[in-house]
């Protein structure tokens, strides 16, 4: 009798232990953040203050850009609607305090991935959603056409709190060159001072330059130079210390990019889950485990490519068709030419 | 009884103590947990990034700690320029709406009411994006005073270019403690025998003189340099040479001025109709002339009732200096708790030593200030 409490007592206790270790490790894939929001019933994004193209409002309110897009994929994998996001206008200085503070959970707004915003402020950088690179507009009947007429003296209009104070004082001091920086807390302040012709040429990064072309009295009075002097990979940021919350975020853009590569989107993704071929199945969440990894269903990535669509549907929809970018350029798929290429969702 | 004096003052100490506490814990538990750390070593790190307008030597080479004293100099710049400037135009639209004149009495009233109730952001807007706009493009400018060019790109001026300037320097203080050893000296002749010095005109003479006599026997020389326009590309244009004085200065000093000077003439309008009639009346009786009455007998009663009130418009002229990152002029907030702190990620220490530097500059006004008003307090004997 006495033997067979004993081993009962054993048993019990290893059912325990192995009840408690699944438990914990489920509490643990299930992260503090994405906990709160899906109790929220929202994801809280934090965007930029107005760039066309990336992440700007319309008169009713409503947010669209390639920027905004990363949130909403988010939002349609975790709540099952691309719609549920709260997004936070934010300035350049503003940013990753809004970020590591909590008052903002994905931080989408345009921001150079760089080693010590990496490394040194809390913040851990997801992907990349746009290769860009620092250039300048000038007037165009100053008949400036390269960065190798610029002479002493030229004044420069920019945004404080980017790398594109720090990349400019770089390629000025490279070249030789004095300048005077004027430097706007906003963006809208900066175009509206270049456009009044308190600066020579207007610099950040090429495809703001672009965006806000538009925003001029006059765009065709303007040249963005063929000049790039930066590296400025932009991506979605997310506080440190939340690796289930950071692969989340990692994954959903990973799934637009993968869904372009393999030709899925929004219009085909549901008749893709009787594809033969096994990536895209995968892809659409009818094969494999792909979400429980996350503590999400498995249809996380199918709902993303049905309510956002492809990276080249959101491309399209927002910088393409809208006439700032038209020329993906680097922003292409690895296999047309580009440089844009993400790990396999396997 | 004394215990239960105590008691609560101690429970209300004990309640700050603890609430400090925990917000500090609090902070200190959630950068840990972000990996951030805390720490003023950032301050001797290399900028790296330039600042359009600096009162010292500057550039991206030098360190977060220098950034910082050229953000602190041109809070200090724009601040004292327009105390200095509002005070001077507050005191005259303050006598002018006692003025019985109807035509200057109501441009007065309308001036005040007009700039004080319109939010100073947007008066600080208007000027730069208005006023710029209105403004000629360098190539255009015409030439004022023989000297100087007002364009889009900010005011080009002449530039003194000095040689031995230490000594002139040094003559100008030694004629500054002349005047005030002889002003003593001529005070207290006046009372003890009664006898005037025209004191006025014997200062201004040491004040000219001897500064002067620098350039005849001191080897000091003065010479002019002027603003050359120059061309950039084929529509751009610049000045080189000369002083620059950026239009974010020029607009940022014109908006805290014209604001902050209604409310200093509604100050000096209150002192001086706080002083009874029968002063002035007097005053006149005993055969003083106007400008005696308002010099001996009205101003330095006023003043007692002026000074108070006014030291705070000084200080919310100070504060709302910091609006100036919104056009580009690179004060304190804009170089320091906006680049600087964007490029180190240091929140919580950046906006603490911002934070104490405003504290510091409006306790030291303030300090300066009261001084001041005790000093023309009336003396109880």
């Known amino acids: ?346 | 009884m004394k215990f239960k004096k105590i008691l609560p003052q101690f429970l209300t100490l004990l309640f700050i103590v603890l609430i400090f506490g925990f917000f500090t814990m609090n902070a200190q538990d959630n950068m840990d947990t972000r990996g951030i750390e805390f720490g003023f070593g950032f301050l001797k790190q290399e900028a790296s990034f330039d600042i359009q307008f600096s009162l010292i030597d500057y550039d991206g080479s030098r360190s977060y700690a220098r950034a910082y004293l050229v953000g602190l100099l041109n809070t200090l710049l724009v601040s004292i320029i327009g105390i200095i400037l509002s005070t001077m135009l507050g005191v005259v639209i303050g006598v002018a709406r006692l003025s019985p004149n109807y035509l200057i009495n109501k441009t007065a009233s309308f001036y005040v009411e007009f700039f004080r109730n319109v939010p100073l952001l947007l008066q600080i807007f208007f000027w730069y994006f208005a006023a710029l706009r209105a403004l000629p493009m360098p190539e255009d400018a015409p030439l004022i005073f023989g000297s100087s060019y007002m364009t889009i790109k900010g005011l080009y001026t002449i530039a003194p270019v000095w040689n031995n300037f230490d000594i002139f320097f040094v003559a100008l203080i030694i004629a500054l403690v002349v005047i005030y050893f002889f002003n003593k000296f001529a005070k207290k002749k006046q009372e003890e025998e009664g006898k005037q010095y025209p004191k006025f005109l014997i200062s201004l003479g040491i004040f000219i003189i001897l500064p002067a006599l620098t350039f005849i026997v001191g080897g000091v020389d003065l010479s002019w340099s002027f603003p050359e326009l120059k061309q950039l590309a084929k529509t751009s244009f610049t000045y080189e040479g000369g002083l620059g004085i950026p239009p974010e200065l020029i607009a940022l000093t014109l908006a805290l001025t014209l604001y902050t000077a209604t409310f200093i003439a509604e100050n000096v309008r209150a002192g001086i109709q706080g002083i009874g009639k029968g002063q002035k009346e007097a005053a006149a009786s005993i055969g003083l002339t106007p400008s005696q009455v308002l010099k001996l007998v009205i101003m330095p009663q006023a003043l007692r009732i002026i000074i108070p009130p006014t030291t705070n418009q000084y200080l919310n002229l100070t504060k709302n200096s910091s609006l100036a990152a919104a056009i580009a002029y690179p004060d304190l907030v804009l170089v320091f708790a906006g680049t600087a702190m964007m490029q180190t990620g240091r929140a919580i220490e950046i906006v603490g030593i911002t934070m104490a530097t405003y504290l510091t500059i409006s306790l030291s006004i303030s300090a300066f200030m009261n001084w001041y008003n005790k000093r023309i307090a009336i003396q109880e004997k």
């Open chain 1, 1 to 346: 009798m006495f033997k067979y409490v004993k081993q009962l007592t054993s048993l019990v206790a290893m059912v325990a232990v192995l009840f408690t270790f699944t438990t914990e490790t489920f509490a643990a894939k299930k992260s503090k953040t994405l906990k709160n929001t899906q109790k929220k019933g929202f994801v809280r994004c934090g965007v930029s203050q107005g760039l066309p193209g990336f992440s700007n409002a319309d008169a009713a309110g409503n947010w669209t850009g390639v920027d905004v897009d990363v949130c909403r994929a988010v939002a349609a994998a975790v709540l099952g609607d691309a719609n549920k996001v709260k997004f936070t206008p934010l300035s350049a200085k503003e940013r990753f305090t809004a970020l590591t503070s909590g008052e903002i959970d994905i931080l989408s707004r345009n921001t150079t991935w760089t080693l010590s915003r990496d490394a040194d402020i809390g913040l851990t950088f997801v992907g990349v959603n746009f290769y860009d690179g620092q250039g300048f507009m000038v007037r165009k009947d100053s008949g400036i056409t390269s960065t190798s007429q610029f002479k002493n003296g030229i004044s420069a209009c920019t945004n404080i709190g980017t790398t594109t104070e720090l990349n400019m004082r770089d390629f000025f001091n490279s070249k030789g060159i004095s300048y005077t920086p004027v430097a706007f807390e906003k963006a809208d302040e900066v175009v509206a001072a270049y456009d009044a012709g308190r600066c020579d040429t207007y610099t950040t990064d090429k495809s703001g330059l672009a965006a806000q072309r538009t925003k001029m009295t006059n765009p065709d009075d303007h040249i963005v130079l063929p000049e790039t002097i930066s590296k400025e990979p932009l991506g979605p940021v997310v506080r440190q210390g939340d690796s289930v919350w950071e692969d989340i975020v990692r994954w959903s853009l990973n799934t637009m990019i993968e869904a372009e590569e393999y030709g899925v989107t929004s219009a085909n993704a549901d008749m893709m889950k009787t594809s033969e071929n096994p990536q895209i199945k995968r892809l659409v969440g009818a094969e494999g485990e792909m979400g429980a990894a996350f503590g999400l269903d498995n249809e996380w990535n199918l709902r993303i490519i049905k309510q956002v669509g492809n990276y080249g549907e959101s491309y399209k929809r927002n910088i393409a068709d809208t006439g700032i970018l038209p020329d993906r350029g680097p922003n292409e798929l690895w296999t047309k030419g580009g440089i844009l290429y993400v790990p396999p969702s396997r």
